[in-house]
Nanobody
Framework: QAQLVESGGGLVQAGGSLRLSCKASGSIFSINAMGWYRQAPGKQRELVAAVTSGGSTNYADSVKGRFTISRDNAKNTVYLQMNSLKPEDTAVYYC??????????????WGRGTQVTVSS
């Protein structure tokens, strides 16, 4: 089994920055893609950014040029640097990872989420 734990959310004014972190732990063989999703009240969960084990990245159009995803494979950790934040970025941000773990094998895992609130 594996677990994902997010940190770094909070309240920030529009134009500000936050950095989210998500660490995977447990009996892990390897981690393929890692990513961040978000869900605002009354809306569906959406992909924000993702990064493969090789470093290829993918971003939602709404965050391109403002958010940067990165990962430290040695630490099983993925980061999301969020700059120039807007009120519409307000949401619960969830970490996601496709993990190959002992006994369980390959499956996707989710963190519990961290709240990001951007005030205008």
């Amino acid at each position: 089994q594996a677990q994902l734990v997010e940190s770094g959310g909070g309240l920030v004014q529009a134009g500000g920055s936050l950095r989210l972190s998500c660490k995977a732990s447990g009996s892990i063989f390897s981690i393929n893609a890692m990513g961040w999703y978000r869900q605002a009240p009354g809306k569906q969960r959406e992909l924000v950014a993702a990064v493969t084990s090789g470093g290829s990245t993918n971003y939602a159009d709404s965050v391109k040029g403002r958010f940067t995803i990165s990962r430290d494979n040695a630490k099983n950790t993925v980061y999301l640097q969020m700059n120039s934040l807007k009120p519409e970025d307000t949401a619960v941000y969830y970490c996601n990872a496709f993990v190959d773990a002992v006994v369980v094998g390959k499956k996707a895992y989710w963190g519990r989420g961290t709240q990001v609130t951007v005030s205008s």
